[in-house]
């Protein structure tokens, strides 16, 4: 058969034509075979002739089938399959292998017929009564350099029992009659031993029906283990898994197989698959070995928390059948220290209606160097007040921190405060939280004292001048809410006006300053001024005040006096003129007077001197004259320095001050 490829090329196939056994009616060459086994047994029908068209097996006289090839039915509560192979293509020689699923004891005991047909007719029939036979032993493991012994044995009558391998090599065989055969391995080896072996027993006929030596088989297979030198590793952990203190994993690595002239070698790798070596908290000591172990400590002191995670011990051991490794893993979690936990409470007396904040200082033992979390939970007399979370990673030099804060502290918040605090990781698969830790602090509450309050510059001031009063307010430390300062005159509180400016009240710590500012002073603002302060705290009941009072004194300015005067011409009226001018800061009743005076001995009392009385002139102005009638001509008498000289007198006024 010439076939032309895609390629080019030209294949020639060679077809085998076999006519002497071709065109013929199957014939049964041999007797059934019977092979049993678990799940399933098998029967074998082997035939000459042209192809099988189908194959007919019987039971006791019931029909299974007629089978084609890799047909399956089932009858009688057994599955059954059929499977043809050629055996021999020249002699036209095929094999019809009945595949029975079902247990062994339904399969025995029965007759099973053969019968081969195809286009040309049909085989006589080829029955086989089934029988059982056991080996003690089944399907084997054996170890190499040991003994072992395989039996095969029947309660049959029989006329041969041999067990064979799988080249059909007969490797054991037994007497005539003698009804079971041992398959000795003496010693196992591995490159003969490991293959399948059958034990074949020919049976004397056995009943009326087939009248023939059935051949029955059972399989077994040899499976040769080559021993193996093993090592085994196992971790004991001692000490304690706190971070700060000390924890110890021991690994143990044992050689399993005794004489082996190599010692096992151990080393120990952290969570990342790292050859753990000294540092950062960790030790790692010498092996120490026996005959058989070795042994290697691995040290956390002092245990961290960055230490968590999978630590595995690998042992090794080099032997003649090559290189053996076996790992024991050890999980280090580490627990987080309790923490140690204080609160304060500040040293200066607690007043009610005063900001308080407690201080709740939580610090971490110094081998906890991985993130975490801290769960603060206060309470106070009998009852939780707040939760708090807090999160980084924790430093000696500056503690966790959690504040409590009265704004204001009331006199029902007395008592004592507790802070809990407890640590948890941000990632806790090999860290696990700590315990709880706590602290208290007392609580001792106080009345709120009443402010204190002063009043400054003291001292007369001048009319016409700028005059500040400063009110100070000192309170008690972290007051809720400043407190309010007003100025009174009397009994009206001031506010600003023409001339008087009244301050924002200004708050620094616990000082509250507010300013009376009169600009200009006038001699109407002499009299009692009083600064009030007043601390009133509702959410803490707190109601207290304070006042404190000045004098403002003022001074009358000294007036502006000027003389004018006519052309002194002897014999004729000389008149002199002072003019009083008084600051326009003096709005309150005054008594002007003005006097005058003479540097020389000679006086002004004389018949021809006449001084006038002070009379006023305007709103601000007084005038006084002197009048000399006539002037003297001669020097002596009337010549020299005369002095105007004035004195203003408050009427009714306690708070102003006379001048001359």
Known sequence: ???????????????????????????????????????????TCTSTGSVATTVTFMRDGTTVGPLRDGELIELEGAIFQLTQTVTSRSLSTYASVLTISQDLSDVVGHIYTCTVTN?????????LEVIGIQTMGGDQSLTVGEMNIITCSTSLDISDI??????????????????????????????????????????????????????????????????????TVSVISEGSDTAGESYFLTCIVMEEVVGLTNMPSLQWLDPSDQVV???????????????????????????????????????????????????????????????????????????????????????????????????????????????????????????????????????????????????????AEFITMSLPGSGTGTVIVQDLPAPQVEIGPEGPSTAGSEHTLICRVTSAENLFSSPDVVWMNGTEELDSRDAIIVGQAVTEGSVTT???????????????????????????????????????????????????????????????????????????PVVVEGNWARNTTFSLENSRTNINATRRDSEYAYVTTVEINPLSSNMDEDDGDYICEATITPQASEFVTEIT
């Not at 000696?396 to 407890?422: I, R, V």
């Open 1 to 43: 058969c010439r076939i032309p490829l895609q390629s080019g090329e030209i294949k020639d196939v060679n077809i085998g034509i076999y006519p002497t056994a071709f065109n013929s009616v199957p014939t049964i060459t041999n007797p059934l075979v019977f092979t049993q086994g678990s799940p399933s047994s098998t029967l």
């Open 514 to 588: 507010r300013s009376l500012t009169f600009n200009p002073l006038r001699t109407s603002f002499g009299g009692m001024y009083t600064c009030m302060a007043a601390i009133n705290i509702s959410d803490a009941s707190v109601a207290v005040m304070n006042d404190a009072s000045t004098t403002v004194n003022v001074q009358i300015p000294a007036p502006d006096i000027a003389i004018s005067l006519r052309p002194p011409i002897a014999g004729t009226l000389f008149i002199m003129t002072c003019t009083i001018t008084l600051d326009q800061a003096v709005d309150t």
């Open 277 to 427: 070596a000294d540092g950062e908290g960790i030790t790692i000591g010498q092996i120490q070995r026996t005959d058989t172990t070795a042994m290697l400590v691995l040290t956390f002191d002092p245990v961290r928390t960055s230490h968590g995670g999978e630590y595995t011990c690998q042992g090794t051991l080099e032997s003649p059948t090559g290189t053996l490794r076996n790992t024991s893993e050890q999980t280090v979690t580490v627990q987080i220290p309790q923490p140690t936990v204080t609160v304060d409470v500040p040293t200066d007396p607690l007043y009610t209606g005063t900001n308080v904040t407690l201080t709740c200082n939580i610090v971490l033992n110094d081998q906890v160097d991985s993130p975490v979390i801290v769960d603060v939970t206060w309470s106070g007399p009998g009852e939780e007040i707040t939760n708090d979370t807090l999160s980084g990673i924790a430093e000696s030099s500056s503690p966790f921190q959690s504040m409590l804060t009265f704004a204001p502290l009331n006199s029902d918040d007395a008592g004592d405060y507790t802070c809990e605090a407890t640590v948890r990781p941000v990632e």
């Open 119 to 127: 286009v040309l007719g049909s085989s006589n029939p080829e029955p």
């Open 162 to 231: 041999v067990w064979i391998d799988e080249m059909d090599t007969i490797v054991a065989s037994n007497s005539e009659g003698v009804q079971q055969l041992d398959l000795v391995f003496n010693p196992v080896n591995d490159s003969i031993h490991n293959r399948m072996y059958t034990c074949r027993i020919t049976a004397v006929a056995v009943d009326q029906v087939t009248n023939k030596n059935p051949v029955i088989s059972k399989t077994i297979t040899i499976q040769v283990r080559v021993p193996r030198p093993a090592i």
